[in-house]
């Protein structure tokens, strides 16, 4: 499926097999010499394929693309080790490129969040077979990229089209939306969504992931946009009224962490099951083993927030922590 949302403005949908996202939005942005292509897919052959019907559709020549990459997440930037020839600019954000390059290097943050995991009451066997089935170990990135590194408010100009850089952190710790003031457009990747909501997850080394987004929110919010490009799904007409949804979102599952304390001590994998998830499992139990996952990232964020306002507090019971109405 391929949309003209402006004259040189696609949007194109990059299906993602057997997950609950259904496909990404993949936006290409053509200028008078060359192209711009903001996120990718996952480094699949499904992905691929229908990439490259786009781009052949669209008269996209690989060898004078660009490309922009909203968050390190593999369904946005999987497959750019593919697409990206060597004279292409990857504009990326500052923050989440020393994440991918100290991966290079040999640091484990998998084996430092399964840590985090077990120690907030997820099973040893549980939380690796979880981390194990994480789309990054599949469909991610395959080989080192240099980055053209980019920070809030830099600027990026393809063709009539000026966009600034918008630092959004929450989704992802560097996670980097674009605005284009004149066009009144924010591609927003997955800092906001419309038919389903943003994970917001607990990141190893981010003290509160889930205020940084609500404080994202409040940032675009005050932005002059009348279309929001999201990563997934639908696209957004009404930004201020979808922020006002996603707060609400966040206060109503805080409320439930609160809920869920209310008759005594629990770890993460305790309060997990109490929180209203938008997935057809009954139980618990019956969740797949990777939303599972990201599941119980969220739950764990949403503590954490509360431990940062003052309303929980942690418990380190021999090795495990468990959380407490303060």
């Known amino acids: ?14 299906p993602l097999p057997k997950s609950p996202l259904k496909w990404l939005n993949s936006y290409i942005v ?14 699949r ?27 390190l997440h593999a369904d946005h930037m999987g497959l750019l080790g593919t697409l ?13 490129s020393r994440w991918i390059y100290a991966q290079r290097a040999g640091e484990n943050y998998w084996q430092k969040i399964l840590d985090v995991y077990i120690a907030n009451g997820f099973a040893a066997d549980g939380a690796r077979k979880s981390m194990e089935s994480h789309p990054a170990h599949k469909y991610g990135l395959k080989r080192k990229m ?16 000026h966009f600034r850089c918008v630092a959004t952190p929450g989704h992802s710790p560097g996670h980097m939306s674009l605005y284009e003031a004149d066009k009144k457009i924010l591609v927003a990747g997955d800092h906001i969504l419309f038919d389903i909501t943003p994970n917001i997850i607990y990141w190893v080394d981010v003290e509160d992931s889930l205020g940084q987004y609500l ?25 201020p009224g979808r922020v006002e949804a996603l707060r609400e979102h966040h206060r109503a599952r805080l409320n439930e962490v609160l809920v869920a304390l209310g008759d ?40 954490k927030y509360l431990e940062g306002q003052g309303k929980v507090r942690s418990n380190n019971r021999n090795g495990t922590i468990a959380y407490s109405l303060v």
């Open 1 to 14: 499926m391929i949309e003209e949302i402006l004259p040189n403005l696609y949007r194109t949908e990059i």
């Open 30 to 43: 053509k200028g008078e010499d060359r192209v711009l292509i903001i996120d990718t897919g996952f480094n």
């Open 45 to 71: 052959e499904e992905c691929l394929s229908a990439m490259n019907t786009t781009l052949n559709k669209i008269g996209v020549d690989l060898n004078r693309t660009d490309f922009f990459i909203t968050h």
């Open 84 to 96: 990206a020839s060597d004279n292409a600019k990857i504009y990326f954000n500052e923050l989440e």
């Open 146 to 161: 240099d980055f053209t590194l980019v920070n809030d408010g830099d600027a990026i100009d393809m063709g009539h089209f």
């Open 215 to 239: 404080d994202s929110l409040e940032k675009v919010n005050a932005l002059d946009v009348e279309l929001v490009l999201t990563g997934h799904r639908r696209l957004v007409h009404d930004l």
């Open 264 to 303: 005594g001590e629990k770890n993460i994998l305790e309060i997990a099951p109490h929180i209203s998830w938008d997935i057809t499992a009954k139980t618990w139990e019956e969740f797949p083993v990777q939303q599972k996952w990201f599941a119980f990232g969220e739950t764990m964020a949403h503590v």
